[in-house]
């Protein structure tokens, strides 16, 4: 059987490897748009107060994740998915070329998600989403200590991402004033209490946060950024914007796949294409919800690669899990 | 001399528990040897579950 998967998070890499566990004789193609390698997405939030995070981060080279029965397409672009063909269309070192597949799996992942209202100002702040992010970040990080004076960001979004962030910055010694446009933090994972709990933590850790605040504008000239609220400005050392994600479905529904908020998905992880599966932060499952945390995703690959060989018959059950926030010691309950 | 103690590392982000070590911020002791860390016990790191722990050899 032949499986090509697109994607080479922990979703993707997990599917292909735990194929050939299950099923050595699978034929495996994994294509993926990264060229650095198979890098552990959850160490971004500590990118900052890890020094040795260049080298840590990346689990596995391509080369070394290539092997008997997996072969490895990095720095490519898959361009189109022909289901009815059973076969897909990508872009590598400048030459299209085709592959066919007996079952394809879709683990394109997530990207931020920018208000639509914030569009404009693009240009003006920085996202922490993959490996490139924070290698943009470090850099500009690093350009702002040579200066001599304490680094000071703004972040944009105190959700979960926005707090680890926040508080891994201030762990690496810079000062961060947290932007929140709640009345609380984590509003979607903590109670009303671990909230308020969260907030006396990050301020005794030294960051200021902002609740209620909604931020219009933001820019940037050669030595500073800045953002503007109720048409005042407040400027700093950089702007991070941390207000979400939002699963990659531009491959899918252009290939004519059911897709919502993420790729539409049954009990069995299976798109509406019954050769084509979608796993990690990207599926849907039952056209309900999104998973998109480490323990489910795994959960996830694993089952799936059961499944495609045949190991395993019943349908995805989610496992039981609490969602984890890497904020330098903090517990969510 | 080989040390009885072993270690395992998280497939999801190479975080790695070692039995002479355990993990006291998660309230695992030292020396807690890995059929004795519970299996809901995830990666401090990463969250991954107990089962995404592989040996290293």
Known sequence: MRV???????????????????APTTEVFLFTSDREGYYSRPLLSHGFSRTDIETR??????????????SCFSGCEVQSIEPKEQRIRFRQDGKTTEQSYDKLVLATGSEA????AWNPYRAHFRVLNSLADLMELR???????????????????????????????VKAGDRVTLYHVVD?????????????????????????????????????DEKRSWLEMAKERHEYDGVLVATGFRPRIELAKA??????????????????????????????VR????????LPVRNQAVWLAKHLVGQV???????VFKPMAKIHGFKMD | MQSVYRKFVCVVCNHIYDEALGDPETGISPGTKWEDVPETWTCPDCGASKADFEEMK
Not at chain 1, 113 to 116: E, R, T
Not at chain 1, 153 to 167: D, P, R
Not at chain 1, 287 to 294: C, H, I, M, P, R
């Open chain 1, 4 to 22: 090509c998967i697109v994607g080479s998070g922990m979703a993707g890499v997990g599917v292909a490897e735990e194929l050939l566990k299950v």
């Open chain 1, 57 to 70: 981060i990346i689990l596995k080279k391509f080369d070394s994740l290539q092997r008997p029965g997996l």
């Open chain 1, 113 to 116: 998600a920018i208000p639509a």
């Open chain 1, 139 to 169: 850099r500009h990080r690093g350009e702002m200590m040579s200066r001599g004076s304490q680094v000071h960001w703004a972040v944009v979004g105190g959700g979960l991402i926005g707090c680890e962030v926040a508080s891994d910055l």
């Open chain 1, 184 to 220: 609380r933090l984590m509003e979607r994972q903590l109670s009303v209490e671990a909230s308020a709990r969260l907030l006396a933590h990050l301020r005794e850790m030294g960051i200021e946060v902002r609740l209620n605040c909604e931020v219009s504008a933001f820019g940037t």
């Open chain 1, 255 to 284: 290939a004519g796949l059911t897709t919502d908020r993420g790729i539409v998905t049954d009990a069995y992880l299976r798109t509406s294409d019954p050769h084509i599966y979608a796993v990690g932060d990207v599926a849907q």
């Open chain 1, 287 to 294: 056209g309900e919800a999104l998973y998109a945390f480490v």
């Open chain 1, 313 to 319: 018959g019943e349908p995805w059950v989610p496992p």
